[in-house]
């Protein structure tokens, strides 16, 4: 098992920023990737941002490219998302997920933290 807590949501002005943080412990040797998901109000859950759990190595959904910026810091084992040049958009509950290797989904998640970025 994999344990992953979120924190640093908050309400933010739209321009302004914010960093979210995503502390892992457990089973980390099992991990194959890090990713932020967010669910806004009547909406799906959709894809933010990835990390490779090994290489560092990132992937974007287009909607936050060149404004978030995901990263990790080994040894703390925790994710972050830099979030700059916030939207109202961007207003949802953001959650940190870990995906096992030869996994196919992401499997644990944390409880989500909230961001509302207002106009």
């Known amino acids: 098992q994999v344990q992953l807590v979120e924190s640093g949501g908050g309400l933010v002005q739209a321009g302004g920023s914010l960093r979210l943080s995503c502390a892992v412990s457990g089973r980390t040797f099992t991990i194959h990737a890090v990713g932020w998901f967010r669910q806004a109000p009547g909406n799906e859950r959709e894809f933010v941002a990835q990390?490779?759990?090994?290489?560092?190595?990132?992937y974007y959904a287009n909607s936050v490219k060149g404004r978030f910026t995901i990263s990790k810091d080994n040894a703390k084992s925790t994710v972050y998302l830099q979030m700059n040049s916030t939207k109202p958009e961007d207003t949802a509950v953001y959650y940190c997920a870990a995906r096992r290797r030869l996994a196919t989904r992401y499997e644990d998640w944390g409880q989500g933290t909230q961001v509302t970025v207002s106009s």
């Open positions: 990390i490779n759990w090994s290489d560092g190595s990132t």
